[in-house]
């Protein structure tokens, strides 16, 4: 119940901090605590970008605006991508790295073993250097 409303919340207005959420929520009758917050946000793929809370991983590759989906993400999480052999590394504005690393793995490329985020840098390695190539053009390709 309480991840529904949480749900609603950020799908009808624009909440900016875990506080004003957490003030959303008492406003609804539902007390919580910030760890608990915390959790139901990673739990529901919620992440915090420029304008606000807002949903990620709704959709994954398999469905026909997975795509579009991880272009959207790119265009407005990536401001940058540097690559060494098979490691590729993304930078974010702070705390938007988990969204772009959250995208990618659910993206389910073949070329990716996987990603690491921190706040603002994702690490993403690639099966080898040619592998890591093609992460790096496709990304390219994303944000054109």
């Known amino acids: ?14 909440v900016k901090s ?6 959303e929520l008492r406003r609804s009758g539902i007390r919580v605590s910030q760890g608990t917050l915390s ?14 809370y807002r949903l990620v991983s709704g959709e994954s590759l398999g469905t026909p605006g997975a795509e579009s989906q991880i272009r959207r993400i790119a265009r407005e999480f990536m401001l940058s ?6 490691l590729l590394i993304i930078k974010t504005p702070p ?6 690393a959250e995208a990618l793995d659910s993206a ?9 985020a921190g706040d603002n840098t994702v690490l993403c390695v ?7 190539r093609r992460v790096h053009e496709r990304l390219d390709q994303l944000l054109a």
Do not use: F, Y
Request: proline letters at 2%.
């Open 1 to 14: 119940m309480r991840q529904a409303a949480i749900l609603d919340i950020v799908r009808t207005r624009t």
């Open 18 to 23: 875990q506080h004003g959420l957490s003030r």
């Open 39 to 52: 959790r139901d946000l990673n739990d529901l793929g919620l992440v915090k970008s420029r304008s606000g």
């Open 81 to 86: 991508t540097d690559l060494a052999a098979n």
């Open 95 to 100: 705390g938007c790295a988990s969204a772009v």
């Open 108 to 116: 389910g490329w073949r070329e990716l073993i996987g990603t690491l």
């Open 126 to 132: 690639a099966r080898s250097p040619r592998e890591g």
